[in-house]
């Protein structure tokens, strides 16, 4: 089988001090045929403050340049992960119009900027009762719903995001919220692009399973799989278990993209 990390951070992330070198010499040594690295760039920090709606690709370009043809067996390609591009959406598609770039993943890592804009990581974890998580949750449909209306990603970025951090005790998943995910899942077909299974460095799989099952219900079929390590020891986690979900699903591909335009590689290929 063709396996491909296509979400993973390095040291021009903001969160990873990882070179790139080390993640794909982790990922070769995990069996993963190809990886797309997707450092961040959020347009607004933890605490709801705008961020450079312009990203420098240099660093990102050097790192890239340097390893990129130096691992056989491994294919290493150019990506990068827009947080909360909904906020700006021209100077998003204007600095994506470079020609080394392959993959962007849309992401949502902060509430609205009508919510206050504060990352999502923080406003979850200050949860005092149930009806806050559900009004993050609230928020975070109302953006997603906006961000498809953009053309500034090629896949969602893990669309259970806030479950990672809302306290579990109270329960939430995105069942009451499933018409209205059906309908951006739509939308994400019409327009010829996907989503990922996001194993959040090995924590999470099974939380997958409806949100999977709704996508593929609805005719999906543009998957990407990423582990969004931040460190080299999580790279292709728990990807054996994702695979296995999948095939369960009834998926029959994983993407993987050339200048934006997804290549469907057989799961049992």
Not at 16 to 39: F, I, M
Not at 101 to 128: K, M, N, P, W, Y
Not at 129 to 152: H, N, P, S
Request: with cysteine; charged share 25%.
């Amino acid at each position: 089988m063709y396996l491909s990390d296509y979400h993973f951070h390095t040291r021009c992330s903001p969160d990873s001090a990882a070179p790139l070198a080390r993640q794909v010499q982790a990922a070769l040594a995990a069996g993963v045929r190809e990886v797309c690295v997707t450092d961040h760039w959020n347009l607004l920090d933890q605490r709801g403050n705008r961020l450079p709606a312009v990203y420098d690709w240099g660093p990102s370009l050097d790192q890239w340049r340097a390893v990129r043809d130096g691992r056989p067996g491994l294919e290493v390609r150019l990506g990068v992960e827009v947080g909360n591009g909904v906020l700006d959406p021209a100077a998003v598609d204007a600095c994506l119009e470079l020609p080394e770039l392959d993959f962007v993943i849309g992401s949502l890592h902060s509430q609205s900027a009508a919510a206050g804009g504060r990352g999502i990581f923080t406003v979850a974890r200050e949860c005092a009762k149930k009806e806050d998580g559900i009004a993050i949750l609230d928020d975070y449909m109302d953006t997603l719903e906006e961000l498809v209306k953009t053309a500034g990603w090629d896949v969602l970025g893990h669309v259970i995001y806030p479950l990672r951090y809302i306290p579990e005790e109270y329960g939430l998943d995105l069942r009451p919220w499933r018409d209205r995910l059906a309908e951006v899942f739509r939308a994400v077909i019409a327009q010829g692009r996907g989503i990922e299974l996001n194993t959040s460095a090995g924590a999470t799989v099974e939380q997958w399973r409806e949100v999977l099952a709704l996508y593929r219900d609805l005719g999906g079929e543009a998957l990407t799989l990423g582990s969004d390590a931040h460190r080299p020891e999580h790279m292709a986690a728990a990807f054996p278990q994702a695979v296995e979900l999948l095939k369960e699903l009834g998926f029959r591909w994983l993407c993987v993209y050339r200048r934006r335009t997804p290549l469907f590689c057989k799961l049992d290929g």
